[in-house]
Each structure stands twice: as structure tokens, then as C-alpha cells.
């Protein structure tokens, strides 16, 4: 009887063992590293966001997500949302693949910055100040915001009325300037209408105060019909077609 215990009780310690160690581990088995991740996370950053390379730079958010691969590196393949702007916080999916196979996806979270000109004051500008080249400088700021009304360019200040009371190194957006009027409410003004070689020319009544390059409505004093004519210079104004 003794016997055939002994046999079977050794089958059952092995069958233990192995069972307690767990699954063998795959041979050859390697794990995309946290670098190779953030490498193609930058790169497709920088191949695709519309700002120059040297002007990007990204932060990571949380740990990296990491993939067992059978014998070798993982392909990655980054993706991003539909209208991606590439500045802010947002997120990209990475795919693991190992040749055409596909491993699982995990998602990145990233927050980008762009080193962008803007346009600042020299010193404080008084309100309804005409901007000068010497009240305005560009500087640049690593924003994470998109640049919607600020200046990047100094020329898009000078010449302009400022709308407020502006302190030293306040960053200038469109909304804090005002056209300095070229024409006037009640002004006559020549009206031009130009459409290939053919121009006429007439009198108008400007119903509002206009800068260069302004649309401002204006009275045609021969049909006493209200148009809307192009700023050009003193007295001038165009229509355009």
C-alpha cells in the first residue's frame, strides 16, 4: 500500500510547485520603455503641430503606460483627436503593435507650450495715446493658450489709439486699440468704385468715424443710398466688389 502512496504524493507536490510559481514567463519577452514613448509622443507633436520645433516644448502628465512585447520592441503608433491644436493640455493614443498584430492602446496626457512673440508696452501708455515705435516692444513668453487677439507683430500696434490705460509690459491685444479716425461722421468723402479697368468715382456722407483699412457705412448723396465703403485715406473712400 505504502507503495503506491509515495508515487503519488510526489505527483502532487510537483503539480504544486508549479502551480505556485505561476506561468512560465515568454521567452524573449522586452517592455517598451518610458523614452521610447515619449520620443514618439514628441515626434508626432512636432511633425504635426504648425508652430517651428525649436518653439515647442512638452510636459508629461502622470506615468507612462508601458507594454510586455514578445521577443522585441513594440511599433507605436501615436494618434491624435479631431482638430488637435497642439498647445494646452490634451492626450494622444499610443497603439503598441508588434509587427501587424495589436497589442492594446493606452493614452498619454501632455501638456504643450509655445515660445510666441507678443507685442508689449515700453512703459505706460496713456489711454487714446497714439502708439509710437518707441511704446511697444516683442518679447517672447512660452504661452500654453492659443494667441487669439494678441499681437505678435509691433507694426499691428504703432499708429493705433490705445483704448485704455495701459501699464508697462502689458501684453497688447487687438481689443486694447482703437483706429485713429481718417474720416468722420457727416465728412464728405469721394467714393471710388473700382471693378477691373473700369472706375467710377462719387460723392459720399460718412455715417461714422473710420480708421485706415475700416469698413464704414457711407451715404451715396446722388441715390441717398446707405453703402459700405473701405477706408483708404483722408476723404477716400472704396468700395469693394
Same mark, same amino acid.
Given at each position: ?7 503519488w504524493a510526489l505527483?502532487?507536490?510537483v503539480? +504544486?510547485?508549479? +502551480?505556485?510559481?505561476g506561468?512560465?514567463?515568454?521567452y524573449?519577452a522586452?517592455?517598451?520603455?518610458e523614452?521610447?514613448i515619449?520620443d514618439a509622443?514628441k515626434?508626432h507633436i512636432? !511633425?504635426?503641430a504648425?508652430?517651428?520645433k525649436?518653439?515647442? %516644448?512638452?510636459?508629461?502628465?502622470g506615468a507612462?503606460?508601458?507594454?510586455? /512585447?514578445p521577443?522585441g520592441? *513594440?511599433n507605436?503608433q501615436?494618434?491624435s ?7 494646452g493640455? #490634451?492626450s494622444?493614443?499610443v497603439?503598441?503593435?508588434?509587427g501587424? /498584430?495589436?497589442? %492594446? &492602446?493606452?493614452?498619454v496626457r501632455?501638456r504643450?507650450?509655445?515660445? #510666441?512673440d507678443v507685442v508689449a508696452g #515700453?512703459h505706460?501708455?496713456a ?11 516683442? /518679447?517672447s513668453k512660452w ?5 487669439t487677439?494678441?499681437?505678435t507683430?509691433?507694426?499691428e500696434a504703432?499708429g493705433k489709439?490705445?483704448a485704455?490705460r495701459l501699464?508697462?509690459?502689458t &501684453?497688447? #491685444?487687438?481689443q486694447m ?8 461722421k457727416g465728412?464728405v468723402?469721394?467714393v471710388?468704385l &473700382? ?7 462719387t460723392?459720399g456722407l460718412c455715417?461714422? !468715424?473710420g480708421?485706415q483699412?475700416d +469698413?464704414? %457705412? ?5 441715390s441717398?443710398?446707405?453703402?459700405f465703403a473701405?477706408?483708404m *485715406?483722408a ?5 469693394d466688389f
Amino acid at each position: 500500500m505504502k507503495r503506491h502512496i509515495v508515487p503519488w504524493a510526489l505527483a502532487v507536490f510537483v503539480i +504544486l510547485s508549479v +502551480l505556485a510559481a505561476g506561468p512560465a514567463p515568454v521567452y524573449g519577452a522586452s517592455t517598451t520603455g518610458e523614452t521610447a514613448i515619449k520620443d514618439a509622443v514628441k515626434k508626432h507633436i512636432e !511633425d504635426h503641430a504648425t508652430w517651428p520645433k525649436d518653439r515647442i %516644448r512638452v510636459e508629461f502628465l502622470g506615468a507612462m503606460p508601458q507594454a510586455a /512585447t514578445p521577443s522585441g520592441n *513594440a511599433n507605436l503608433q501615436v494618434r491624435s483627436r479631431a482638430g488637435e491644436h497642439y498647445i494646452g493640455r #490634451t492626450s494622444f493614443a499610443v497603439r503598441f503593435c508588434k509587427g501587424d /498584430t495589436f497589442i %492594446r &492602446e493606452e493614452t498619454v496626457r501632455v501638456r504643450i507650450e509655445v515660445l #510666441t512673440d507678443v507685442v508689449a508696452g #515700453t512703459h505706460g501708455i496713456a489711454r487714446d495715446h497714439i502708439i509710437g515705435p518707441g511704446d511697444v516692444m516683442v /518679447t517672447s513668453k512660452w504661452m500654453d493658450t492659443a494667441t487669439t487677439g494678441v499681437l505678435t507683430d509691433a507694426g499691428e500696434a504703432v499708429g493705433k489709439k490705445a483704448a485704455m490705460r495701459l501699464n508697462a509690459g502689458t &501684453e497688447i #491685444t487687438r481689443q486694447m486699440l482703437r483706429s485713429v479716425p481718417v474720416v468722420k461722421k457727416g465728412e464728405v468723402v469721394r467714393v471710388v468704385l &473700382e471693378s477691373g479697368p473700369m472706375a467710377i468715382s462719387t460723392v459720399g456722407l460718412c455715417q461714422e !468715424d473710420g480708421g485706415q483699412g475700416d +469698413l464704414v %457705412r457711407v451715404q451715396n448723396l446722388s441715390s441717398k443710398k446707405i453703402i459700405f465703403a473701405r477706408v483708404m *485715406a483722408a476723404s477716400l473712400v472704396r468700395v469693394d466688389f
